[in-house]
C-alpha cells in the first residue's frame, strides 16, 4: 500500500508540474508544422526543462546534432534548433516516465488484497471445495490494538451434500485414472493419479503396490516388469473423519527404458524417499547426486516491477540515438531529394536566362513560382526552400556573389556547389559564356537523369523481391492444398 501511494503521489506531481509549467507564453515558432500533435503537447514542459537543465547544469547539443537538423529546418537558426532537438527529446522522455508508472500501479493494484471484513464483523469463508486461508487483520479492544493472524477454515458439506459428493469422485477416478493409456489390460504410460476432483471438497490419497510399481504420483516403475504384470492400487477418498475405499486393478505391460528415463526414475525415487525421511523436520531435501551425478537446483525469479523500470531506463538512454539516426535517415532523403530536382532546377534556370534575364531575376521568377505552388498544396522541396533562404539574403542587402556562395554550401552537393561556382564568377569576371555552360550542365545533368532512374528502377525491384516471394510461397501452399484436398 505504501508503494502504491507514493507512486500515485509521483505520478500526480508529475502531471501538476506538466500543466503548471505549460506557460500561456510558450513560445513555439520554432516547432515544425508536421510534428507529431500528440507528442507537442509535452513541448511546453519539455521547454521549462530545457531551459532548467541550460542554465543549470550547463548541457547543450552537440555540433553534429545542430549541423544535421540545419539541414532539414531550413527557416530555423541554431537556438531554436537546440530548443527543438531537446524538447523531441525531453517530451518523448516524460511520455516513457508517464507510461512506466502506469504500470507500476497497475502491477501494484492487481497485487494488492482486497478488504476481507464486511459489515464490520463478518469474514466470507472459502466454498468447500476451496481452501483454508490466514489473513493479518489489526484488532483494536478498548484502545489496545494489536496485529493478529486469524485462520479462516472453508464451509463443510452436509451429509446428503458429502455423499453426493463421493459417488462423484469415484465415478470421476474411474474415468480418469488411465491418463493416456487405452484400457486397463495394456497399461504402458503413466498413470494419472489426480489428487483432487474439480469443483469438490473430497481428498484422493492412494495405496500402491508393494513391488512400488506405480508410485505416489503415477509413474510406472517397469524396470522390475519382465511379463505383463496385474497391479492393484486403492484409491482412498475422504473428506475430514469420513472414508471410503475404492481398488482398482490394471495389467502393466514390460518395456526397455532408455538411460535417460532410468536415471530420471532413480532421482524421483530418490526424492520421494528423501520426502519421507525429512517429513518431520522444517526443510525438504532434494537429491544432490544421481549415480554420481551432481543435480543443480534453480527458482526462476519473477521481479515485474524491476522489469519494467529496466526497460523504461533502457529506452530513455536509447533515446538520443534514435532521434539522431532518424535525422540521418532525414538528411539521406534529403540528399537523394536534392539529386533527383537538380536536372529540373537547371533547366528551369538556363530557360530563364536564355529568355533574357539575368541570375537574379531569374532565381526570383522561379521561388514565385514555388510559392504559388506551395499555396495550391504542393510538397515542399528543400531546394525551393533554400533558393527562399538565398532570397531573403538578397533583399536583405547580401552581397550576390556571396549569398550564391553560401548556398552552394549549404547544400552540401558538389553539383550545387559547381552550379553556385559559375554564377560567382559570372558576377566577379562578367562571363559571356555563361548560357553556353549551363547549357552544356545541363545536357550533362539529362544524362545524370537517365542513370538515376536506372537506379531507382534497380531499388524498386530490389524491394519488390521480398513480396514477391511471399506471393510465391502463398501460390505454393494452395496448389499443396488443393493436391491434397484431391486426394
Same mark, same amino acid.
Given at each position: 500500500?505504501?508503494?502504491?501511494?507514493?507512486? $500515485?503521489?509521483?505520478?500526480?506531481?508529475?502531471?501538476?508540474?506538466?500543466?503548471?509549467?505549460?506557460?500561456?507564453?510558450?513560445?513555439?515558432?520554432?516547432?515544425?508544422?508536421? =510534428?507529431?500533435?500528440?507528442?507537442?503537447?509535452?513541448?511546453?514542459?519539455?521547454?521549462?526543462?530545457?531551459?532548467?537543465?541550460?542554465?543549470?547544469?550547463?548541457?547543450?547539443?552537440?555540433?553534429?546534432?545542430?549541423? %544535421?537538423?540545419?539541414?532539414?529546418?531550413? =527557416?530555423?537558426?541554431?537556438?531554436?534548433?537546440?530548443?527543438?532537438?531537446?524538447?523531441?527529446?525531453?517530451?518523448?522522455?516524460?511520455?516513457?516516465?508517464?507510461?512506466?508508472?502506469?504500470?507500476?500501479?497497475?502491477?501494484?493494484?492487481?497485487?494488492?488484497?482486497?478488504?476481507? $471484513? #464486511?459489515?464490520?464483523?463478518?469474514?466470507?469463508?472459502?466454498?468447500?471445495?476451496?481452501?483454508?486461508?490466514?489473513?493479518?487483520?489489526?484488532?483494536?479492544?478498548?484502545?489496545?490494538?494489536? %496485529?493478529?493472524?486469524?485462520?479462516?477454515?472453508?464451509?463443510?458439506?452436509?451429509?446428503?451434500?458429502?455423499?453426493?459428493?463421493?459417488?462423484?469422485?469415484?465415478?470421476?477416478?474411474?474415468?480418469?485414472?488411465?491418463?493416456?493409456?487405452?484400457?486397463?489390460?495394456? &497399461?504402458?504410460?503413466?498413470? %494419472?493419479?489426480?489428487?483432487?476432483? *474439480?469443483?469438490?471438497?473430497?481428498?484422493?490419497?492412494?495405496?500402491?503396490?508393494?513391488?512400488?510399481?506405480?508410485?505416489?504420483?503415477?509413474?510406472?516403475?517397469?524396470?522390475?516388469?519382465? =511379463?505383463?504384470?496385474?497391479?492393484?492400487?486403492?484409491?482412498?477418498?475422504?473428506?475430514?473423519?469420513?472414508?471410503?475405499?475404492?481398488?482398482?486393478?490394471?495389467?502393466?505391460? *514390460?518395456?526397455?527404458?532408455?538411460?535417460?528415463?532410468?536415471?530420471?526414475?532413480?532421482?524421483?525415487?530418490?526424492?520421494?524417499?528423501?520426502?519421507?525421511?525429512?517429513?518431520?523436520?522444517?526443510?525438504?531435501?532434494?537429491?544432490?547426486?544421481?549415480?554420481?551425478?551432481?543435480?543443480?537446483?534453480?527458482?526462476?525469479?519473477?521481479?515485474?516491477?524491476?522489469? $519494467?523500470?529496466?526497460?523504461?531506463?533502457?529506452?530513455?538512454?536509447?533515446?538520443?540515438?534514435?532521434?539522431?539516426?532518424?535525422?540521418?535517415?532525414?538528411?539521406?532523403?534529403?540528399?537523394?531529394?536534392?539529386?533527383?530536382?537538380?536536372?529540373?532546377?537547371?533547366?528551369?534556370?538556363?530557360?530563364?536566362?536564355?529568355?533574357?534575364?539575368?541570375?537574379?531575376?531569374?532565381?526570383?521568377?522561379?521561388?514565385?513560382?514555388?510559392?504559388?505552388?506551395? #499555396? %495550391?498544396?504542393?510538397?515542399?522541396?528543400?531546394?525551393?526552400?533554400?533558393?527562399?533562404?538565398?532570397?531573403?539574403?538578397?533583399?536583405?542587402?547580401?552581397?550576390?556573389?556571396?549569398?550564391?556562395?553560401?548556398?552552394?554550401?549549404?547544400?552540401?552537393?558538389?553539383?550545387?556547389?559547381?552550379?553556385?561556382?559559375?554564377?560567382?564568377?559570372?558576377?566577379?569576371?562578367?562571363?559571356?559564356?555563361?548560357?553556353?555552360?549551363?547549357?552544356?550542365?545541363?545536357?550533362? &545533368?539529362?544524362?545524370?537523369?537517365?542513370?538515376?532512374?536506372?537506379?531507382?528502377?534497380?531499388?524498386?525491384?530490389?524491394?519488390?523481391?521480398?513480396?514477391?516471394?511471399?506471393?510465391?510461397? =502463398?501460390?505454393?501452399?494452395?496448389?499443396?492444398?488443393?493436391?491434397?484436398?484431391?486426394?
Amino acid at each position: 500500500m505504501v508503494l502504491s501511494c507514493c507512486i $500515485i503521489l509521483l505520478l500526480f506531481i508529475i502531471i501538476f508540474i506538466c500543466i503548471k509549467l505549460k506557460n500561456p507564453v510558450f513560445d513555439n515558432h520554432f516547432i515544425p508544422e508536421h =510534428e507529431n500533435k500528440f507528442i507537442k503537447n509535452f513541448y511546453p514542459a519539455a521547454y521549462s526543462i530545457f531551459r532548467f537543465s541550460k542554465d543549470k547544469l550547463h548541457i547543450t547539443a552537440k555540433s553534429s546534432w545542430i549541423e %544535421n537538423m540545419k539541414k532539414l529546418y531550413i =527557416e530555423l537558426d541554431i537556438k531554436s534548433l537546440e530548443k527543438l532537438y531537446f524538447c523531441r527529446l525531453y517530451s518523448i522522455i516524460i511520455l516513457i516516465i508517464l507510461c512506466v508508472i502506469a504500470f507500476l500501479i497497475l502491477f501494484t493494484i492487481l497485487q494488492e488484497d482486497n478488504n476481507i $471484513i #464486511q459489515n464490520n464483523y463478518y469474514i466470507e469463508r472459502d466454498k468447500p471445495e476451496g481452501s483454508n486461508k490466514e489473513a493479518e487483520i489489526d484488532v483494536s479492544i478498548d484502545g489496545d490494538k494489536r %496485529n493478529v493472524l486469524v485462520h479462516i477454515p472453508a464451509k463443510k458439506y452436509s451429509e446428503k451434500e458429502l455423499e453426493t459428493k463421493f459417488k462423484e469422485a469415484m465415478q470421476y477416478t474411474r474415468n480418469n485414472y488411465l491418463g493416456t493409456n487405452k484400457s486397463p489390460e495394456e &497399461v504402458s504410460e503413466s498413470l %494419472n493419479l489426480i489428487s483432487y476432483i *474439480p469443483g469438490s471438497a473430497v481428498e484422493i490419497s492412494w495405496e500402491c503396490d508393494t513391488r512400488d510399481i506405480v508410485s505416489s504420483d503415477g509413474t510406472l516403475d517397469r524396470s522390475q516388469v519382465e =511379463e505383463p504384470e496385474v497391479v492393484q492400487i486403492t484409491a482412498i477418498f475422504s473428506y475430514f473423519e469420513f472414508k471410503k475405499d475404492m481398488p482398482l486393478e490394471f495389467t502393466v505391460l *514390460p518395456v526397455d527404458k532408455s538411460f535417460a528415463e532410468k536415471l530420471w526414475d532413480k532421482w524421483n525415487n530418490m526424492f520421494y524417499g528423501l520426502s519421507d525421511l525429512t517429513a518431520s523436520k522444517d526443510y525438504l531435501q532434494l537429491p544432490s547426486e544421481v549415480d554420481g551425478r551432481k543435480v543443480k537446483y534453480n527458482v526462476p525469479e519473477k521481479n515485474y516491477i524491476v522489469n $519494467i523500470i529496466a526497460f523504461g531506463i533502457t529506452i530513455i538512454v536509447i533515446i538520443p540515438l534514435i532521434i539522431d539516426s532518424r535525422i540521418k535517415e532525414k538528411i539521406k532523403q534529403r540528399e537523394q531529394e536534392l539529386r533527383i530536382d537538380y536536372p529540373g532546377f537547371v533547366e528551369k534556370f538556363v530557360l530563364l536566362i536564355g529568355a533574357g534575364l539575368n541570375c537574379k531575376g531569374a532565381w526570383h521568377r522561379m521561388t514565385e513560382e514555388y510559392k504559388r505552388e506551395c #499555396q %495550391n498544396g504542393s510538397k515542399k522541396h528543400y531546394l525551393y526552400e533554400e533558393m527562399l533562404l538565398t532570397e531573403r539574403q538578397l533583399d536583405n542587402g547580401m552581397n550576390e556573389a556571396k549569398a550564391y556562395e553560401l548556398f552552394g554550401r549549404r547544400m552540401g552537393l558538389l553539383k550545387y556547389m559547381k552550379f553556385s561556382t559559375l554564377l560567382v564568377q559570372n558576377l566577379k569576371k562578367g562571363s559571356a559564356d555563361l548560357l553556353k555552360i549551363l547549357e552544356y550542365e545541363a545536357m550533362d &545533368v539529362l544524362k545524370e537523369r537517365r542513370e538515376n532512374a536506372k537506379i531507382l528502377g534497380e531499388q524498386a525491384g530490389t524491394k519488390l523481391l521480398m513480396p514477391m516471394v511471399i506471393m510465391m510461397a =502463398e501460390v505454393f501452399a494452395i496448389i499443396i492444398f488443393a493436391a491434397f484436398q484431391s486426394m
